[in-house]
């Protein structure tokens, strides 16, 4: 017998899967939004940018009035961000 495997969602997304996520068919509308992309990679010559789908909905949020963002978080706190969250989702695990 074979187990349903639960799908992953990835938190972060290429340009193209960020444009599709806020409804658009066209990357063209990340220009105009707020939110930084980050830059991972292990060569750090081919980086190329994800979106934290995090930052995405907390800008919809701010939009639509369900919170207030402050300034934009640049990449390095984005990272930052993430790596914490990371770390915390890892020592609840082993809890």
Do not use: C
Not at 8 to 15: G, M
Not at 20 to 45: C, E, F, M, Q
Not at 60 to 88: I, K, N, Y
């Amino acid at each position: 017998m074979r187990r349903a495997v639960a799908a992953i969602q990835p938190r972060l997304l290429t340009p193209d899967e960020a444009a599709a996520y806020l409804g658009y068919t066209s990357t063209a509308v990340l220009a105009s939004i707020p939110v930084t992309p980050l830059r991972i990679s292990h060569a750090k010559d081919r980086a190329s940018p994800r979106y934290d789908v995090h930052a995405l909905d907390a800008w919809l949020d701010s939009l639509s009035g369900l919170m207030p963002v402050a300034e934009p978080a640049t990449a390095e706190e984005a990272a930052a961000d993430l790596e914490f969250e990371q770390w915390r989702a890892g020592r609840a695990a082993n809890q």
